[in-house]
Antibody
Framework: QVQLQESGPGLVKPSETLSLRCSVS??????????WGWVRQPPGKGLEWIGD???????NYNPSLKSRVIVSIDTPRNVFSLNLRSVTAADTAVYYCARALDDWFFDLWGRGTLVIVSS | QSVLTQSPSASGPPGQRVTISCSGS????????VSWYQQVPGTAPKLLIY???QRPAGVPDRFSASKSGTSASLAISGLQSEDGADYYCGAWDDSLNGPVFGGGTKLTVL
């Protein structure tokens, strides 16, 4: 079955760029059915949508993060990525990659990766 | 501050029925479908309900949900100890042009 797996540094310095990758196995990102997205969860808090991408490269971002976020997709490698620049301690969170359908629910989630922003 | 509003906690003894509510507005729940997620601490959220009341394969029929106007609710009947988790509602928001979530409800099985 389809699985998602996040990877990337667990520690990022303030003002630097957080970069994560989501590897998709058991299925293709090159599908008309799904969007591929990122959701984060600060410690002890709720879920926040960051942004998403379609296999065509069309993106959609949370307005509160839009100036700092880029989500990209590499269809031959079957991965999609998150770059969040100029991070602060407020960006410390568990970052999940997830698959969404177009009436907007996330039906498949990665296990998540904790990213701490600290010097 | 979450766009969708949930009570922070709920509880009940094993076997009882518990309801978790989610309140939104005309730009989200009022005009789009609602989903519900279960998150056991330390693990990723899991889709529990989609399109207001549909259950993915493998989700027991003890879990049911409904939507009315700008509010939605999740009902869990025959509470079991393994139901203790955080529950989140979600919906597309036309103003944000993206999905939004509730702040989560921590369910304790007494």
């Amino acid at each position: 079955q389809v699985q998602l797996q996040e990877s990337g540094p667990g520690l990022v310095k303030p003002s630097e760029t957080l970069s994560l990758r989501c590897s998709v196995s058991g299925g293709s990102v090159r599908t008309e059915t799904y969007y591929w997205g990122w959701v984060r969860q600060p410690p002890g808090k709720g879920l926040e949508w960051i942004g998403d991408i379609f296999h065509t490269g069309r993106t959609n971002y949370n307005p509160s993060l839009k100036s700092r976020v880029i989500v990209s997709i590499d269809t031959p490698r079957n991965v999609f990525s998150l770059n969040l620049r100029s991070v602060t301690a407020a960006d410390t969170a568990v970052y999940y990659c997830a698959r969404a359908l177009d009436d907007w629910f996330f039906d498949l989630w990665g296990r998540g990766t904790l990213v701490i922003v600290s010097s | 501050q979450s766009v969708l509003t949930q009570s922070p906690s709920a509880s009940g003894p094993p076997g009882q029925r518990v309801t978790i509510s989610c309140s939104g507005s005309s730009s989200n729940i009022g005009s789009n479908t609602v989903s519900w997620y279960q998150q056991v601490p330390g693990t990723a959220p899991k889709l529990l309900i989609y399109r207001n009341g549909q259950r993915p394969a493998g989700v027991p029929d003890r879990f049911s949900a409904s939507k009315s106007g700008t509010s939605a609710s999740l009902a869990i009947s025959g509470l079991q100890s393994e139901d203790g988790a955080d529950y989140y509602c979600g919906a597309w928001d036309d103003s944000l042009n993206g999905p939004v979530f509730g702040g989560g409800t921590k369910l304790t099985v007494l």
